[in-house]
């Protein structure tokens, strides 16, 4: 068969370049010893699961730990995943946990275009090439014909796939592939495997060590009848060509490893050096089953970036699952930046990385607590601009006040900092009582009329500039007029005696001015509110009983 004519029926010559264009085009990048290129390559589907910040950082450790670079591929291929603005996505959300990229999709680079769909001439010189070689030919067969083959080989008890007799278009005469091009049927092209999985090698696979990989016999497709490639086939040669050395990558593709071999040797390539890393897992009852981005909202980075977790908490997290000995360097160097760890491939889990909230919670109050009072202020005025409601934006419109309701209910800025605070949102809604004055009162656990009264003679008494236990005198002053007991020794020796005790006066206050029965010191609260605002509040409790 004359298959450089063949070649040029399926692809016209004036498609593509030669191939040493390609090679001259993107020349083997210069870097220092031992430093790797790597990079993430997601498809766009607008989704960002945990495990992709995960292998990001993998990725982004190893390469720049040692003078490399961190690309981004956008593997576009599937029309059916794509969805608008998932760039921006990917971008915005590992940016925020700060994964930066050398170059790649939306940056600039030498090694590009970093979108697949964009190199299609590429794709299209090497199954050309292959095509004239004899290592890839057209596949007319239908999905019914292919449907066929897979109910036989099921009822039969044999291996899936298009190979041996399997492979039916892999021997077509000349005449039957220029009819069927002719007829006009679609085609796909297939690599015509040279594999035989009755031989197995041993390979080293950076995160599992040695495994053993059997040959490939699979005549893949290699271009769909669009022409757009496959995964196997556009990773195979923009990996070579964006000059990859390392792949790190989900556990999923381990099963297409003997495939990707095939490919780089038929292509000619050097092999990149692959870490399988496993999947992120969860407890879930008495299962331990993969992190699901319909089961679980932790799934997705959105949820962390909505909730407000600090991006270093999330990071510092992720070490901890990623490196086994992470830990143990934390604790010795907590002050050090993330960054001087040691990151080591070797080290990541072989068996799946176990994801537990509550130990992310932990790490995370125990990081805000360390901020600084214009670090607390800045995270918490970035998020509400971001994700805060138009209340919580108002929130930040005075600075002043907002930084003494943060000294107060988180400690920011004093020795008795809080150490229960895990996310900005949760943050805001503690200070909220400061800010919003149409809350809900918690119940009053005494009568309306009692309530009212106590309130009444409060509000009548109460002075800003009074300090803290001129204030207080002033409340047991009220709860002593209305028969509440003010020495609690009395109070616990006979609690008939009274209707309640100056603490239950001092509740009654609190609901009235935060709506809440739990805050921190009240005086302080109404000293932060202002006299107009804490006889406003009062003024509008007892106006609802
Ligand atoms: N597009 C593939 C994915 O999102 C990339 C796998 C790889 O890193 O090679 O799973």
Redesign the pocket.
Known sequence: MDLKKLANALIPDENVKPLEYYEELYPLRDLPKGAEVT?????PTGFMHLGNLY?ALANERIAHQNGGVFYLRI?DTDEKRKVEGAVEVIHASLKYFGVAFDEGADLCGNYGPYYQRQRAEIYHAFAKDLIEKGLAYPCFCTEEDLEKTREYQTENKLLPGYYGEFAKCRNLSEEEIYANLAAGKPYVIRLKSQGDVDVKHTFHDEVKGDITVTENNQDVVILKSDGIPT?HFA?AID?HFMRTTL????E??LSSLPIHIELFKTLGFRLPKYGHNCSIQKIDGETRRKLSKRKDPEASLTFYREQGYHPEAVRTYMMTLLNSNFEEWMLKFSDKPLDEFKYSIGKMGKSGALFDILKLNDISKTYMSKLSEVETYDFLYAWAQEFGSEEQKGYFADKEYMLKALALCMGVGGKKRRKDFICAKQALQTVCYFFNDGFKNAEYRFEKQTVKRILQDFAAEYTYADDCSAWFEKVKAVAAKNGFATDMKAYKADPTAYPGNVSDVAEMLRIATTGLANTPDLWTIMQILGEEKTLARLQKAIDTL
């Open positions: 990079r993430l390559a997601p498809s292998v593997e995964y990773h990996d792949v790190i990558r989900g999923e593709w």
